[in-house]
């Protein structure tokens, strides 16, 4: 799930590089989501 999360914002946030549409709100949730994603991984090492 997290994962889907995360491509679909590095989707949008390349979309808005080229459109320049919404592209640095995407690029600020790109980088919380990334941020989850690697907390959740050392969360599941750690168990």
């Not at 491509?7 to 600020?28: A, K, Q, S, T």
């Amino acid at each position: 799930m997290l994962k889907t999360i995360i491509l679909i914002l590095l989707v949008l946030w390349l979309l808005g590089f080229v459109f320049e549409i919404l592209g640095g709100l995407v690029h600020i949730l790109l980088i919380v989501a990334l941020g989850l994603f690697i907390y959740n991984q050392l969360k599941k090492r750690d168990t």
